[in-house]
T-cell receptor, first 112, second 111 residues
Framework: ETGVTQTPRHLVMGMTNKKSLKCEQH?????MYWYKQSAKKPLELMFV???????ENNSVPSRFSPECPNSSHLFLHLHTLQPEDSALYLC???????????FGPGTRLTVL | QKEVEQNSGPLSVPEGAIASLNCTYS??????FFWYRQYSGKSPELIMS????GDKEDGRFTAQLNKASQYVSLLIRDSQPSDSATYLC???????????FGTGTQLKVEL
């Protein structure tokens, strides 16, 4: 256990559904991240939050909408996704941006 | 040119041997480097971080950094079957906010 939890662990959704991924860190960190991991591709950084402010938005389509209500919680709201969005979505946290990052177990997302 | 390059493998080594995993990066101003281990179906797990030129040892693992050659490596001594996993090299780029990952090297330690 790294101190970073994610729910749900698995999610199957249709292209017209709206769902949310949740991440919580119990490490007292100030930075949180969303990554996408697709087969045969490197981890792709999606969003970076530092002290609840978004500091990096890596050209992610608007059908992905992040929310960081406090430094311990991070959400990724999903709507009108495409089948190519099927991937493992990983949350991570670090003390500050640029420090060692610790990953949650991930949410395996399948878009039908 | 990819920002972080790794040989995808698989790299096969016999049990007890030294496994050598290599990584090159393109951003000359990068200052922080990390190695993660990822078992199949699991999330990445931090193994080592290195910030200065030279070697850094932690148990059976040694990270090596050469900033002039833009090269970072991970040595695993006395390799065990439980070391079989994909090893991800990550480099802090983009002004210090962005961790860029390589595609990973698959390591297989054979009995």
């Amino acid at each position: 256990e790294t101190g970073v939890t994610q729910t749900p662990r698995h999610l199957v959704m249709g292209m017209t559904n709206k769902k949310s991924l949740k991440c919580e860190q119990h490490l007292g960190h100030n930075a949180m991240y969303w990554y996408k991991q697709s087969a045969k591709k490197p981890l792709e950084l999606m969003f970076v939050y530092s002290l609840e402010e978004r500091v990096e938005n890596n050209s992610v389509p608007s059908r992905f909408s992040p929310e960081c209500p406090n430094s311990s919680h991070l959400f990724l709201h999903l709507h009108t996704l495409q089948p190519e969005d099927s991937a493992l979505y990983l949350c991570a946290s670090s003390q500050v941006p640029g420090d060692e990052q610790f990953f949650g177990p991930g949410t395996r997302l399948t878009v039908l | 040119q990819k920002e972080v390059e790794q040989n995808s493998g698989p790299l096969s080594v016999p049990e007890g041997a030294i496994a050598s995993l290599n990584c090159t990066y393109s951003d000359r101003v990068s200052q922080s480097f990390f190695w993660y281990r990822q078992y199949s179906g699991k999330s990445p797990e931090l193994i080592m971080s290195i910030y200065s030129n030279g070697d850094k040892e932690d148990g059976r693992f040694t990270a090596q950094l050469n900033k002039a050659s833009q090269y970072v490596s991970l040595l695993i001594r006395d390799s065990q079957p439980s070391d079989s996993a994909t090893y991800l090299c990550a480099v802090l780029t983009g002004g210090g906010n962005k961790l860029t990952f390589g595609t990973g090297t698959q390591l297989k330690v054979e009995l």
